[in-house]
Nanobody, 120 residues
């Protein structure tokens, strides 16, 4: 079993910053790609950013230049630094990871989500 726990969401004014964290725990042998997705009310879940185990990154066009994804492999943790936040960034943000368990089974895991609200 692998669990993902997010933290760092909250209410912020437009133009402000937040940093999300996601820690993986459980029967982990290694973690491949990790990423952040978001889902706004009435919309489908969408990719925000992903990062490979070697540090290669992918971003949605809407967040390029404002958000930065990073990871600490030794701590099985991924971060999302969000700057210049806009009201349209308001959503529930979910952490996602492709993990290899100690039994060498590959599982795709989701966190419970953390609310980010950008409003004045």
């Amino acid at each position: 079993q692998v669990q993902l726990v997010e933290s760092g969401g909250g209410l912020v004014q437009p133009g402000g910053s937040l940093r999300l964290s996601c820690a993986a725990s459980g029967s982990i042998f290694s973690i491949d790609d990790m990423g952040w997705y978001r889902q706004a009310p009435g919309k489908e879940r969408e990719l925000v950013a992903r990062i490979t185990s070697s540090g290669s990154t992918t971003y949605a066009d809407s967040v390029k230049g404002r958000f930065a994804i990073s990871r600490a492999n030794a701590e099985n943790t991924v971060y999302l630094q969000m700057n210049s936040l806009k009201p349209e960034d308001t959503a529930v943000y979910y952490c996602n990871a492709d993990a290899r368990t100690v039994a060498r089974v590959i599982v795709n895991c989701w966190g419970q989500g953390t609310q980010v609200t950008v409003s004045s």
